[in-house]
């Protein structure tokens, strides 16, 4: 069997519509466009293109922001990859074995260069939800409940490759558990010095997150420069 990693992209069309964003207020809606969002989360082999198309090097696909992070960190793939020999290894390990697995331990600053080199961009919190809210028809992407034969990778189990467990109800896979995903949402908040910092806001829970508390109101915010963590992406067509 060809592994996902190896394939092009395999997008899932989402017809617009308004989206409630209050159940107590008649006048709290939005209307999301019609988009195309990726079906699985982005793979290590996915990544590996950008890195090795010179994705780390290249300023067009890079935010201001993002380019001079970039640079002051001298990062040219992600930290815990180590390419020795001609051979790309991930956490001590063959890559090539994982291509399947999403990548992780990114910044929301990787995430959104990677997006631009696929001709994309990162979802916003608000389409996030009505993904995973099957057009908001659904409490969560299964249905109403979790149910306990869906495999979300969750409760400190081990990260698994994006084509494990069932999908959504529109064929998404891994909403829920296994990763946390960059959306482009943000918010900016001050120390007590007064600096302002800016923080992207993630969705879905990961691999350690107790299964009991994940939902479609869980979310996570990250500065945008932060790596280690089991933080990846989906990308939405531009």
């Known amino acids: 069997e060809k592994c996902i990693g190896s394939q092009d992209l395999e997008f899932i069309k989402v017809c617009g519509k308004s989206h409630i964003l209050n159940l107590n207020s ?27 198309k010179g994705g780390y090097y290249k ?12 640079n002051f ?14 051979i790309w290894y991930a956490d001590g390990n063959l890559l ?24 994309c961009r990162l979802p916003y919190e608000l389409e996030w939800n009505f993904i995973s ?24 189990e081990d990260v698994r490759d994006v084509k494990y467990g069932k999908g959504s109800i529109m064929d998404f896979k891994q909403l829920y558990g296994n990763i946390w995903e960059y959306t482009k949402t943000s918010r900016t908040i001050s120390n007590s010095e007064h600096y302002l910092n800016t923080e992207v806001c ?15 109101d869980l979310k996570f915010y990250l500065p945008r420069d932060f790596t280690g ?10």
């Open 26 to 52: 008649i006048d709290s809606y939005n209307f999301i466009k019609s988009i195309e969002v990726s079906k699985y989360p982005i793979t290590n082999y996915q990544y590996l293109k950008f890195v090795e």
């Open 59 to 70: 300023e067009k696909y890079w935010s201001k922001d993002g380019y001079y992070w970039k």
């Open 73 to 86: 960190t001298k990062l040219n793939k992600p930290i815990h990859w180590e390419h020795k020999n001609n």
């Open 96 to 119: 090539r074995n994982y291509y399947d697995y999403p990548i992780t331990k990114i910044s929301y600053y990787e995430a959104e260069a990677c997006c631009k080199f696929y001709s």
């Open 133 to 156: 809210s099957n057009r908001n028809y659904t409490l969560n992407p299964y249905g109403l409940y979790n149910s306990e034969s869906l495999d979300i990778v969750s409760d400190f």
């Open 202 to 216: 993630l969705k879905g829970g990961d691999n350690i997150m107790p299964e009991f508390l994940i939902n479609n």
């Open 229 to 238: 963590l089991n933080t990846g992406f989906r990308m939405i067509k531009e």
